[in-house]
């Protein structure tokens, strides 16, 4: 952070502090150090800061997961073949858009949101087999 005279935040702190004894403001100069003392604290302890356990996942590897590509004909396995219920039962299923939804998701994105929820129609049948 750069002030408009150049300097720092912490540097105009301290040359704010500094002014204060001069003028023999005692009790505003030991409130402004307290004060950075904090800050300083605050952005140690920032730092150290990681991610819940709860909200930390790890991405599955290929033999805990089964990759499908959606299409007008239903979902299929990235290989061609038609997705079989033994094939995805007791993993995670990982659902690849397709090229206009990946660009649409990419647009979404790019504008940093809080969170993002993919929602599926209520409306949407699956394919006739």
Known sequence: MTSRSGRSGFEEMEALIYRLFAEKQFALALLALVMV????????LLLRLSPPKSQA??????????????GDTGARMLSGDAMSLAAAQGKVVVVHLGASADACLAQ??????????????????????
């Open 57 to 70: 996942s790890a991405a599955p590897v290929s033999k805990q997961r089964v990759d499908v590509q959606c």
């Open 108 to 129: 979404v994105t790019s504008v940093n949101p809080s969170e993002l929820v993919v929602g599926v129609s209520a409306d949407a049948q699956p394919a006739s087999r």
């Open 37 to 44: 003392a904090q800050l300083l604290s605050a952005q140690f």
